[in-house]
Nanobody
Framework: EVQLVESGGGLVQAGGSLRLSCAAS????????IGWFRQAPGKEREGVSC????????YYADFVKGRFTISTDNTKNTVYLQMTNLKPEDTAVYYC????????????????????WGQGTQVTVSS
């Protein structure tokens, strides 16, 4: 059974930083697109960033480019999202999800292929 567990969320002031972690179990971290999504109250879920555990390619939504960095440690089956210069509009529940065998563009082109999801971690940015 595939399980994804997010951690690292919290309350931070605008301009601050947080690092989220997504620890995966029940899978071999060889050829997955691991994506970070977020959902704010009253808004639709949106893709934030994605990384390939196979070749390390990455994808970022325009609204986080230059502020967020995604990385993977395949030895620990963990994907990280380093978030800097946080803004109040980044407030949301952040989820990670997996899509085996897909490229990172799937986050934008085919988000429905992401199968297993974590329970989410709350990020709150105060102004």
């Amino acid at each position: 059974e595939v399980q994804l567990v997010e951690s690292g969320g919290g309350l931070v002031q605008a301009g601050g930083s947080l690092r989220l972690s997504c620890a995966a179990s029940g899978l071999t971290f060889d050829d997955y697109a691991i994506g970070w999504f977020r959902q704010a109250p009253g808004k639709e879920r949106e893709g934030v960033s994605c990384i390939s555990t196979g070749d390390g390619s990455t994808y970022y939504a325009d609204f986080v480019k230059g502020r967020f960095t995604i990385s993977t440690d395949n030895t620990k089956n963990t994907v990280y999202l380093q978030m800097t210069n946080l803004k109040p509009e980044d407030t949301a529940v952040y989820y990670c999800a997996e899509a085996r065998g897909y490229i990172v563009a799937a986050m934008h082109d085919a988000p429905w292929v992401f199968g297993s999801w974590g329970q989410g971690t709350q990020v709150t940015v105060s102004s």
